[in-house]
C-alpha cells in the first residue's frame, strides 16, 4: 500500500531541471475502494479529467513556449497520481528542449501512462482554446434548509420518496480537505439519477457533510456515487465534480453507473 508520506505533499520541495517522470507519485486506488466495500467489478465507470494550467518548455531553439495540458485518466486505472507531484514533474520540464508541442504531449502521456497503468492521452491547448468557462447544469440544492449539520458523511441521512423521478441535482457549496495537508478543496458536485426520488434537503445535508472530510478528489466522487447508489437504490446514477484548481491543476472526476461519455470539459465560475 502506498504511504502517502513519502509523497511531496506537506514536505518542502525543490525544483528539478530536467525531465524526471520519477517525480510522479502514484497512489494506487484498491485500498481506497476496498474502504468503501467496492467489489472486484466496479458499478461505475468513468474518468478523472485534469486541467494543467502551468506548462511551459523550450523549443529547439531555446524560446519557451506555454500550453494548458488537459488529460484523462481512466477510472479503472490501478493508480492515480498525486497533484503536487504532477506539478513538480510538469515545473521540470520549464527548461527542457522540445522538438514540436506533439513531442510535449506524447513524452507527458508517456510517463503518465506508466505512473497510472492505464493509456493516458495528454492535449496541449494554446491561448484562446484553453477548457470555456459554463456552469453545470442541474437543479440548485443549495438554497434547500438544513435540518442539521454533520461533520462526517453518513450515507444513512439520505431518504428516498414513494415518487420516481428522473432529475439532475447540483450543490456549489462542497468542500472536503486534502488528506496530507488538511488544506481546503472546494467544488461544484453534479448528481444525476433516475428512480426514487431523493429528498434533496437530505442530500445537500450529505454533501456539506465532506466539509472536514480527508479524501483526495477522486475518491470523494466515488464514494457520493457508492453511498447514493446503496441507499437510494436508482436504476442510473452519475455524479460529477468539478474542483478549484490547486497549484495550477484542477482535477474533474465523473462516474457513471452507464454507458454516456463524461460532460464537456468547461470551466465552472469557481474555476
Known sequence: ??????????????????????????????????????????????????NCYELSWLDTQGKPDVAVATFDVPADSPRIVESKSVKLYLTALNLVRFASREDVATTIGRDLTAATGASVTVVLQGPGTAPPRSELAGEPLDSEPLEAIDDAPDARVLR?????????????????????????????????????RIDRARLLRYLVS?????????????????????????????????F??????????????GAEPPPANTRTWQQ
Open 244 to 257: 478549484t484548481r490547486r497549484g495550477g491543476i484542477d482535477i474533474n472526476p465523473f462516474r457513471t453507473s
Open 210 to 242: 465532506y466539509r472536514r472530510h480527508p479524501g483526495f478528489h477522486e475518491h470523494c466522487v466515488e464514494r457520493i456515487f457508492t453511498d447514493v447508489w446503496s441507499e437510494c437504490r436508482p436504476e442510473a446514477l452519475a455524479v460529477y465534480a468539478r
Open 160 to 196: 428516498i420518496g414513494d415518487a420516481s423521478a428522473s432529475e439532475t441535482l447540483l450543490t456549489q457549496l462542497f468542500r472536503s480537505v486534502c488528506p496530507v495537508t488538511g488544506q481546503p478543496d472546494y467544488a461544484s458536485v453534479q448528481v444525476s439519477y433516475r428512480g426514487p
Open 1 to 50: 500500500m502506498t504511504d502517502l508520506r513519502d509523497s511531496p505533499l506537506g514536505h518542502a520541495t525543490t525544483w528539478a531541471e530536467g525531465r524526471d517522470p520519477g517525480l510522479l507519485f502514484p497512489v494506487d486506488r484498491a485500498p481506497l475502494r476496498e474502504e468503501l466495500g467496492l467489489p472486484a467489478t466496479l458499478p461505475f465507470r468513468g474518468v478523472d479529467v485534469w
